[in-house]
């Protein structure tokens, strides 16, 4: 294992051009184009002779069926294609959703799968990827076997006098024996370094092949864009019920075990002084006064839920008067600096607020931090945010904390956090969100 290591890290060391023809993603790449052209050839015989067959049998009853089953099978090879395309591209693409019939029974099934975008999209895969696998598999071996044999030629060249009776390779030959041969040392080294350079330029080539492979995979044999957005509509949606739920959760426990708890006992003390009222008037006035402290707590109480719900400070005079207030009350010194040219939307500006309240109650909490500033900015459709400290660093949403909560709440109304956040910091997070005005 030392030695495996070892070797690696030399490896590491040479820059990526000459790593590149001996890395596995090149010979991973090479080999996906070498099973495309016998795999695109099956696939390319069975799309036209099942489509051709079925469009000829569609004056009978037959040719619908046969057609649905030759479509239903383009999708089962569209799945040995993806995960083709996953185990040697490293290209993990969602199977796209299947055909669903809405009710039991044959012509159901059939009418499903003839309906489907998907079906017909797996069928032009089949068909069009054929005459590209002929090219990519031409170009790459072409590249890939002339490169290595120039290359290694000082090591052959032996074969032409001893076996061929000529003294080299021939750049060009007449029938009588003359042409001109690359025999001489000079020569020789001159057609290795060419090959060298074919060496160090095939994986290249054989990577911007597998490009095309990759767009053709993604987009014919994937989810469609719409189906996608689909998709990420009904996570998000999820993570914003999610979200919702657990702060009404939040705000239940509050109310319940701090200004309800408070106010029952203000309750029971309150009447315990009506009753001392008459008999006692010191000891009801006592708890009288008690009571009026237990109001000024709930109170607070009261206006720091509200305060957590939706400030009244961020409706009435925006983002840069909130985050002022918020920062006035962060352990460590902030710097707010806003530069908006008007308000965004409420529940923009909503989250935005409790975005930079989060990320400094990390820092309060977390950061080991002398100071710390928030910036936020206009920039095209987006609202930027970005709050930086000088504190210990190693934050990391991957982490499980509450940087990847806060994450997915972004990621809900179609934005993003950044976290840059190196051992021995500075901790920078950005924070995006769509410009909703």
């Not at 991973?28 to 036209?48: D, K, N």
Request: net charge negative.
């Amino acid at each position: 294992m030392a030695t495996d290591h070892g070797s690696q890290s030399r490896t590491r060391l040479l820059p990526p051009a000459l790593r590149a023809p001996v890395e596995g993603r090149t010979w991973r790449e090479f080999g996906y184009l070498l099973l495309s052209l016998p795999i695109s050839a099956v696939l390319f015989t069975y799309a036209i002779t099942t489509i051709s067959l079925g469009a000829g049998l569609l004056i009978t009853f037959l040719g619908v069926p046969v057609l649905a089953a030759g479509l239903a099978g383009c999708r089962g090879f569209g799945m040995m294609e993806r995960a083709r395309a996953r185990g040697l591209l490293g290209l993990a693409v969602a199977d796209p959703a299947p055909a669903r019939a809405k009710e039991r029974g044959l012509m159901s099934w059939v009418g499903a799968v003839l309906k489907s975008g998907v079906s017909w999209r797996h069928l032009l895969y089949a068909v069009a990827h054929f005459p590209w696998a002929v090219f990519a598999f031409v170009v790459s071996v072409t590249f890939w076997i002339t490169g290595w044999a120039l290359f290694l030629y000082p090591l052959w060249q032996w074969v032409f006098p001893s076996h061929l009776d000529q003294s080299g390779i021939a750049l060009y030959s007449e029938a009588h024996g003359d042409g001109f041969y690359l025999d001489t040392p000079f020569e020789i080294g001159v057609t290795s370094a060419v090959g060298l350079v074919l060496v160090l330029a095939s994986p290249w080539v054989i990577r911007g092949l597998t490009s095309v492979d990759r767009l053709m995979v993604t987009g014919l044999l994937g989810p469609s864009r719409l189906a996608t957005r689909v998709s990420e509509l009904e996570s998000d949606r999820g993570v914003v019920v999610d979200t919702a739920a657990a702060d009404l959760r939040r705000i239940e426990r509050d109310l319940h075990d701090g200004a309800q708890a408070r106010l029952v006992a203000l309750a029971m003390d309150l009447g315990l002084a009506k009753e001392k009222l008459t008999e006692d008037p010191e000891a009801a006035a006592r708890m009288v006064d008690e009571a009026h402290g237990e109001v000024k707590t709930a109170l607070q109480e009261l206006r720091d839920l509200a305060r957590g719900i939706h400030p009244a400070v961020l409706t009435d005079r925006g983002l840069d008067a909130a985050l002022s207030a918020i920062a006035s009350r962060c352990t460590v010194p902030v710097t707010v600096e806003v530069d908006l040219p008007s308000r965004p939307a409420a529940a923009i500006e909503g989250i935005a607020y409790f975005t930079v309240s989060e990320l400094l109650q990390n820092v309060s909490k977390h950061a080991r931090a002398r100071r710390a500033s928030v910036d936020v900015w206009h920039t095209f459709d987006r609202l930027m945010l970005q709050v930086t400290d000088d504190g210990r660093g190693g934050a990391d949403t991957a982490a499980g904390s509450g940087l990847a909560g806060l994450a997915e709440r972004l990621d809900a109304v179609d934005g993003i956090l950044v976290v840059d956040s190196p051992a021995g910091g500075p901790t920078t997070v950005t924070a995006e969100l769509p410009w909703r005005g």
